[in-house]
């Protein structure tokens, strides 16, 4: 601690050195509705009214800048040009940036309002914001500083800190351990339920880290990487063990105060004046931008915590300082000099983790990278470890997340810019690849277990990719074109590798890892798992009932001379209740998880929709057997006879289609 302690002073004493320059000025887990979409597309067209009407641009001329990265003025130059855009054209009342380089705060900016309603502007020293999943940053220098105390081993199983807290041994001989935690490869599937509250009384009801809680573990640690919020949790609450603190209280002592990030709280709401200076969060839909209130996170060290963009500047230059393994100033007992060291990719070409940081390689340059999303805000924070330069942003309404990797991957491009000699696969030029990758690919950062796997279906939620050839050679993914250079490694125009292909036994593509996404890998589907599959699966099903419905119904209600007359019976009233529960149990369960989001917790009326499905289950065994009644029987009607034979089919192929996505019993 006296080591820390001694090192963020020299921080802290650099920072308050550096002129910092004031200025006036919630992947996807939500579906935009249509109408939404449109007013979005319509805004861009004209962003510069619209930030001209709303949002305020900067007010002072004046701003530091480090001439040797940048160039005078180039850096306020750049981000006065591309933010107040941004603002209007993803509508987002504000936003705050701050730029470190070479231990000093080069850029500390603050663009439109910290709270719209009440005229506040935004201010990175005053202003603090939701950074999401940056958070989780401290809990990796908490994990590092509490193993050079000798408190935890990297390697060991976490089972032998957590207490009360257990895992299942899913996989024998192969426990998780903190170093997995930190790589994100323990192999959790992903779990979005209750990771948000709407009060503060919600917070620890349920324990997400109790058995019933956690995620399943449903691949070998340290196999594929897979993004997860309760991985960082658990982290937390080893540290919790072994130290005798609660996490915020842990954070607060000895990595918040000593790097003197005063105006940082992991505490939800903060605490007295700091709550003052919170920004809002946003919302846009049809009726404008509307303001909403805290956002309460349950898995708190996960992304509870609060900053000031200034904070996080302190953050950066703290990393960066004593980040390099080289810096004979860190020595041996830098926790953050050993923290990235800490380093798992899936395969050796492509990128992966390093410090629970993302890496990533743009432009011949390497970098480290993490975005942070709630509902409403969203930040994004890159470090450039070569340059010692560090970047921050952070945008309060839910149009951040797009905004924020624009504005990273301009910025690369504006200060690191690619060099064009570099190109192996010219416009034009045609490339060839082997066959066999086509396909649908899930993120391993998706739901398996649990009824949330019906959230694979929307496109917006990331979950699947497809992977198609491409025309002129190569293929497609993500819209780009891809060339092979490598059995199984595939490169953009300038030669960079952006997709890797692993095989399994048999020689068939398993697993995509792709470069600019190193939080998860995607594993092929089979041919039945597929969407269009499914989709095809469902609306047949449906279909089937809908039209056996209405055409009894047609024949009851319609007069004689129209339709023929039928002598109906209690069995055709089994097959009625059959269509009707089925139909009505399609129409309910997707009412109610757009009614209530997943992140709130279970939906108090979905316990009730999923016991429809056992019932659908016992009318089909019954339905089976009066149809193997109706063509053992002679004299039966052949119209009978064949409805009978496609409602029990339909109703079969639709408890396949709910089996597959969990939906008998209470998997919560």
């Given at each position: 601690m006296h080591w820390f302690s001694r090192k963020a002073a020299r921080i802290r004493g650099t920072i308050r050195g550096t002129a910092v320059m004031r200025s006036p000025y919630v992947k996807e887990m939500r579906a935009i509705e249509c109408v939404g979409a449109i007013f979005l597309l319509l805004s861009v067209s004209f962003p510069a009214i619209f930030a001209l009407t709303l949002f305020p641009g900067p007010a002072s001329a004046g701003a530091t800048s480090h001439e040797s990265l940048f160039g005078q003025g180039e850096a306020l130059k750049f981000?006065?040009?591309?933010?107040?855009?941004?603002?209007?054209?993803?509508?987002?009342?504000?936003?705050?940036?701050?730029?470190?380089?070479?231990?000093?705060?080069?850029?500390?900016?603050?663009?439109?309002?910290?709270?719209?309603?009440?005229?506040?502007?935004?201010?990175?020293?005053?202003?603090?914001?939701?950074?999401?999943?940056?958070?989780?940053?401290?809990?990796?220098?908490?994990?590092?500083?509490c193993a050079g105390r000798g408190q935890i081993d990297l390697d060991a199983d976490i089972t032998s800190y957590l207490g009360k807290t257990s895992l299942p041994d899913s996989f024998p001989g192969r426990p998780v351990t903190m170093r997995h935690l930190m790589t994100h490869s323990a192999?959790?599937?992903?779990?979005?339920?209750a990771t948000f509250a709407l009060k503060s009384e919600d917070l620890n009801v349920p324990d997400l880290l109790a058995p019933h809680g956690m995620p399943a573990r449903v691949r070998p640690p340290g196999e594929v990487p897979?993004?997860?919020?309760?991985?960082?949790?658990?982290?937390?609450?080893?540290?919790?063990?072994?130290?005798?603190?609660?996490?915020?209280?842990?954070?607060?002592?000895?990595?918040?105060?000593p790097l003197g990030m005063w105006n940082s709280t992991f505490l939800q709401p903060p605490p007295g004046e700091l709550q003052e200076r919170l920004s809002a969060g946003y919302s846009f839909a049809r009726d404008g931008i509307k303001k909403q209130g805290f956002e309460y996170i349950t898995l708190a060290p996960s992304g509870a915590l609060s900053a000031t963009p200034s904070d996080i500047g302190r953050l950066m230059v703290f990393l960066l300082e004593e980040g390099d393994?080289?810096?004979?100033v860190a020595g041996e007992g830098s926790p953050v000099a050993r923290l990235f060291e800490v380093r798992f990719t899936p395969d050796p070409r492509i990128e992966g983790w390093s410090g629970g940081l993302m890496e990533m390689r743009r432009n011949g340059r390497y970098f480290l990278w993490h975005g942070g999303d709630t509902l409403y805000s969203h930040c994004l924070l890159l470090l450039v470890p070569d340059e010692r330069t560090g970047f921050f942003v952070a945008y309060n309404a839910e149009g951040g997340s797009i905004a924020g990797h624009a504005l990273m991957q301009a910025f690369i491009d504006k200060f690191f810019p690619p060099d064009e000699s570099t190109m192996i696969h010219p416009p034009g030029v045609k490339c060839g690849h082997s066959p066999g990758y086509s396909g649908t690919y899930v993120s391993t950062r998706s739901p398996v277990t649990t009824y949330e796997k019906v959230f694979r279906l929307s496109r917006e939620s990331g979950h699947l990719i497809d992977v198609r050839d491409s025309p002129g050679g190569g293929i497609l993914v993500l819209g780009r074109t891809l060339c092979e250079s490598d059995p199984g490694v595939f490169v953009n125009?300038?030669?960079?590798?952006?997709?890797?292909f692993r095989r399994d036994a048999y020689g068939n593509p398993a697993y995509l890892f792709l470069s600019k996404r190193p939080d998860a890998?995607?594993?092929?589907?089979?041919?039945?798992?597929?969407?269009?599959?499914?989709?095809?699966?469902?609306?047949?099903?449906?279909?089937?009932?809908?039209?056996?419905?209405?055409?009894w119904a047609g024949a009851i209600l319609l007069p004689a001379g129209y339709v023929k007359r039928r002598v109906f019976s209690a069995r055709h009233l089994l097959y009625a209740c059959l269509c009707g529960i089925s139909i009505l149990f399609f129409l309910l369960f997707f009412a109610v998880l757009q009614w209530y989001p997943a992140w709130y917790g279970v939906p108090f009326l979905l316990p009730l929709v999923l016991l429809l499905v056992p019932a659908i289950l016992v009318l089909a065994g019954i339905a089976t057997f009066v149809t193997l009644q109706a063509w053992r029987r002679k004299g039966e009607e052949m119209r009978d006879r064949i409805e009978f034979t496609l409602v029990t089919a339909a109703a079969f192929l639709f408890l396949w289609w709910a089996s597959y996505w969990n939906l008998p019993g209470w998997n919560f």
């Open positions: 981000f006065d040009s591309m933010i107040p855009g941004q603002l209007a054209a993803h509508h987002i009342p504000g936003a705050a940036v701050t730029v470190v380089r070479d231990g000093e705060v080069v850029l500390a900016r603050g663009y439109g309002y910290a709270d719209l309603e009440k005229g506040v502007l935004m201010d990175p020293d005053r202003t603090l914001v939701r950074v999401g999943s940056v958070s989780k940053v401290l809990v990796w220098i908490a994990a590092m500083q192999g959790f599937e992903e779990r979005v339920w897979a993004y997860s919020n309760h991985g960082a949790a658990l982290a937390a609450r080893v540290i919790e063990e072994v130290s005798g603190l609660e996490f915020a209280t842990y954070a607060q002592m000895h990595i918040l105060g393994v080289q810096d004979t125009a300038r030669g960079e590798t952006e997709a890797v890998a995607y594993s092929r589907l089979e041919w039945y798992e597929a969407p269009h599959f499914l989709g095809i699966v469902a609306v047949a099903s449906q279909g089937v009932f809908l039209s056996v419905l209405l055409c």
